[in-house]
């Protein structure tokens, strides 16, 4: 299985642009993906032909509108081989999703009970879980890195007790690229009756997910990492924990009935789908695990792989780059510095961005693992499934450039 790049490159508009005076290089996939075509003319398309509220309509552009907006949903659960599509709720992105369960799991703790996340979390899936702490008096524990920056897994067996409900680990780390051993972490936790929560953001994107062969309990990922829109996102649960959940926001779309004492909740998916959703949005994620399919989540994890691989290969070249946890198995990013004196990643970052290379710097909103390495900040290229060898060596350019003006 092979893919055409110069045809997928082709179908983003983007790509197409300069940037100080140079063809854009874009290894910032990590922080969000391009839009392919398809998916720009599903929302114009949206807009011009179906926009009306969904649900409560019994005219026929609000029926397309929903018709649209469930086939997208069935269209997720298949991506991520779900049991029930109502097990698929919109968010507005992974940040939301692990709100989502945060809030309302915090209603069924007491302060007897433990939850465990890791010291290679995004913020986002680790602020939620202090608010939960500082709330109900649940402990909060972490399973710490190596001096290399890899999750100590041995340190598990010692946190885990009958007193741990949760554990919410990201699959791979949008700050260094490592692929977490999740398959483990999951079934040492449903051994001792807890559930996992895994940060999908950085996985879905690359590499097929299959929620019931995973047997994870809840999978939080963001559309706009994955070729699709901002502001949609995905919680995925088991339907009989979803069930367990109380709701999370209170509006209009998530009641049964509704009197001015009490109210009676609506069903999955719905119950956790107050207001009115971004339809566009919805409808736009479609398109992009359909622009997914089409190459194949198989042949983008192979082809990704490979630019990972030469990146690593290239930067191992210099003496002055240091390539965090670069033993690792990475997935879609490599995180490194330059270690030359007073040299910060903003330097680095700025320079290849005078030649049209967009690369993340700083602390990646994953500050523990800075603090682990007692760095500020690391440079980060991400790759999509439009990166090319190509554009690794117009970025090993530039970072020549970078050594030889910051050594
Ligand atoms: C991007 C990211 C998030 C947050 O996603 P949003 O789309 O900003 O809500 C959470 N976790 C990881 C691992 C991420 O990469």
Not at 264 to 271: E, G, Q, R
Not at 298 to 318: C, G, K, M, P
Request: proline share 3%.
């Amino acid at each position: 299985m092979s893919v055409d790049i110069q045809h997928i490159r082709s179908q983003f508009p983007i790509l197409n642009r300069e940037v100080n005076g140079k063809p854009l290089v874009y290894f910032d996939n990590g922080a969000t993906s391009q839009k392919p075509q398809v998916v720009l003319d599903v929302l114009d398309n949206y807009y011009e032909k179906y926009n009306a509220n969904v649900h409560r309509g019994i005219h026929t552009l609000s029926q397309e509108a929903t018709d649209l907006m469930e086939e997208s949903r069935r269209k997720i659960q298949a991506f991520i081989n779900a049991k029930h599509d109502h097990e698929v709720i919109f968010t507005r992105g992974t940040t939301e999703s692990i709100n989502l369960v945060a809030n309302t799991i915090s209603q069924l703790l007491t302060a007897d009970d433990e939850i465990i996340i890791t010291e290679i979390e995004h913020h986002s899936n680790i602020v939620p879980w202090q608010l939960v702490s500082q709330r109900t008096g649940a402990k909060l524990k972490y399973i710490p890195l190596t001096a290399d920056g890899i999750l100590d897994i041995t340190k598990l067996d010692d946190l885990l007790s009958d007193k741990t409900k949760l554990i919410c680990v990201n699959q791979v780390s949008n700050a260094l690229g490592v692929i977490n051993p999740i398959e483990t972490i999951i079934e040492k936790a449903h051994a001792k009756g807890a559930w996992v929560l895994i940060d999908g953001a950085q996985s879905v994107p690359h590499t097929k997910i299959d929620v019931q062969a995973l047997d994870c309990d809840f999978l939080a990922f963001s559309g706009h990492k994955m070729y699709g829109p901002t502001g949609i996102g995905i919680l995925y649960g088991k339907e009989d924990i979803l069930n367990q959940l109380p709701p999370f926001h209170g509006g209009g779309e998530m009641i049964k009935d509704v009197t001015m004492e009490v109210s009676t909740y609506a069903c999955l998916p719905f119950k956790f789908e107050a207001g009115t959703p971004d339809v566009a949005g919805i409808i736009g994620l479609g398109a992009a695990v359909d622009f997914i399919n089409e190459i194949g989540i198989d042949a983008i994890h192979t082809y990704e792989d490979e630019l990972v691989e030469y990146t690593i290969q290239r930067l191992s070249e210099f003496d002055e780059v240091e390539i965090y946890a670069k033993d690792a198995k990475h997935s879609g990013a490599v995180s490194f510095n330059l270690k030359l004196d007073g040299v910060h990643s903003s330097d680095v970052g700025m320079i290849l961005d005078k030649k049209g290379i967009a690369v993340r710097t700083g602390h990646h909103c994953a500050q523990p693992i800075m603090h682990h390495f007692g760095i500020p900040g690391t440079v980060r290229a991400s790759f999509g499934i439009y990166n090319t060898k190509e554009e690794i060596d117009i970025f090993i350019d530039g970072l020549k450039t970078a050594i030889r003006m910051l050594g």
